[in-house]
């Protein structure tokens, strides 16, 4: 069993940043994948980002160039930096960890709106 802790998210003006966190029970070296997903009111749930073995990231296509994903390895934490936000950022972010066994763990989602 993998617990998720998230932190970070609120609201913030277009053109902003945030930077959401999520702390593992377990190290990452235990982990195949950590990553966000997001999910916006009437859609599905769609890849932020994610970082596997030797640091490889994944970016949606929509953020990349914008967010970046980082591992802190002594703290089991993950990190996305959400630079130039934009309305359409607006949804719940889900931390997600990966086992080597393809069991998928979830966070209980944090709220990111983006509005003036």
């Known amino acids: 069993q993998v617990q998720l802790a998230e932190s970070g998210g609120g609201l913030a003006q277009p053109g902003g940043s945030l930077t959401l966190s999520c702390t593992a029970s377990?190290?990452?070296?235990?982990?195949?994948?950590m990553g966000w997903y997001r999910q916006a009111p009437g859609k599905q749930r769609e890849l932020v980002a994610s970082?596997?073995?030797?640091?490889?990231?994944t970016y949606g296509d929509s953020v990349q160039g914008r967010f970046t994903i980082s591992i802190d390895n002594p703290r089991n934490t993950v990190s996305l930096q959400m630079n130039s936000l934009k309305p359409e950022d607006t949804a719940v972010y889900y931390c997600?960890?990966?086992?080597?066994?393809?069991?998928?763990?979830w966070g209980q989602g944090t709220l990111v709106t983006v509005s003036s």
């Open positions: 377990k190290p990452f070296v235990t982990l195949n994948r």
């Open positions: 970082i596997g073995p030797g640091g490889i990231t």
């Open positions: 997600s960890a990966s086992t080597w066994t393809g069991t998928d763990y």
